[in-house]
């Protein structure tokens, strides 16, 4: 139990366009979901935490503007990279947790790359 | 802000070895979580602690909440080629959020077969 899923694993866009990037959890309800940007041998820095039908809060240092969150159901949310540069590159990670027990349960991740 | 430190930033085993690393903090946690992050991929939850004292096993795994509040270890027993990863340990403190925890910088661990 305790399955989140990410889409797309991979993806590669032009500087100045947008990518939306999904998160679902499979087997539980998500009453919040996270999102976490790594870069290569490096932690996992929180961008926002988002519950289901309410505004995300974003950490401090984050564009809201840019790193668009919608949480509209309980088992699904998206993070848009609005206007992407090549310094938005990285690897996004959600989380979720919820109806299972409360701890944060990964999804596999998703790696973006601008060109 | 918080910060967590790990406990060898890396090492480098022979296979069937035991394996041990810790984590700490400035401050009281209520609770520490263990996760494993293999390349390319997401974390896993490994272990989750509530209480301190606490001592849990997960199969070769056993982590331990610190009495103080303000450590935690996680030990590997007779290491095996797929243990090879990340180990980042997550702590949850009495200030912040019920749903937010903070990560560690991580202990990269590679086994020799």
């Known amino acids: 139990g305790a399955v989140v899923s990410q889409h797309p694993s991979w993806v590669i866009c032009k500087s100045g366009t947008s990518v939306k990037i999904e998160c679902r959890s499979l087997?539980?309800?998500?009453?919040?979901m996270f999102w976490y940007r790594q870069f290569p041998k490096q932690s996992l820095m929180l961008m926002a935490t988002?519950?289901?039908?309410?505004?995300?809060?974003?950490e401090q240092g984050v564009e809201k503007d840019k790193f668009l969150i919608n949480h509209a159901s309980l088992t699904l949310s998206t993070l848009t990279v609005t206007s992407a540069h090549p310094e938005d590159s990285s690897f996004y990670i959600c989380?979720?947790?919820?109806?299972?027990?409360?701890?944060?349960?990964f999804g596999p991740g998703t790696r973006l790359t601008v060109t | 802000g918080q910060q967590l430190n790990q406990s060898p930033q890396s090492m480098f085993i022979q296979e069937g070895e035991d394996v041990s690393m810790n984590c700490t903090s400035s401050?009281?946690?209520?609770?520490w979580l263990w996760y494993k992050q293999d390349p390319g991929e997401g974390p896993v939850l490994l272990i989750a602690?509530?209480?301190?004292?606490e001592l849990t096993s997960n199969g070769r795994l056993t982590a331990q909440f610190g009495i103080t509040r303000k450590d935690s270890f996680l030990n590997i027993s007779a290491s095996i080629p797929s243990d090879v990863g990340i180990y980042f340990c997550a702590g949850r403190d009495m200030k912040t959020s019920y749903d937010k925890v903070i990560f560690g910088p991580g202990t990269s661990l590679s086994v020799i077969p």
């Open positions: 602690l509530y209480k301190a004292g």
């Open positions: 087997d539980f309800q998500a009453t919040t």
């Open positions: 989380s979720a947790s919820g109806t299972k027990d409360y701890e944060q349960y």
């Open positions: 988002s519950n289901e039908g309410s505004k995300a809060t974003y």
């Open positions: 401050s009281i946690f209520n609770t």
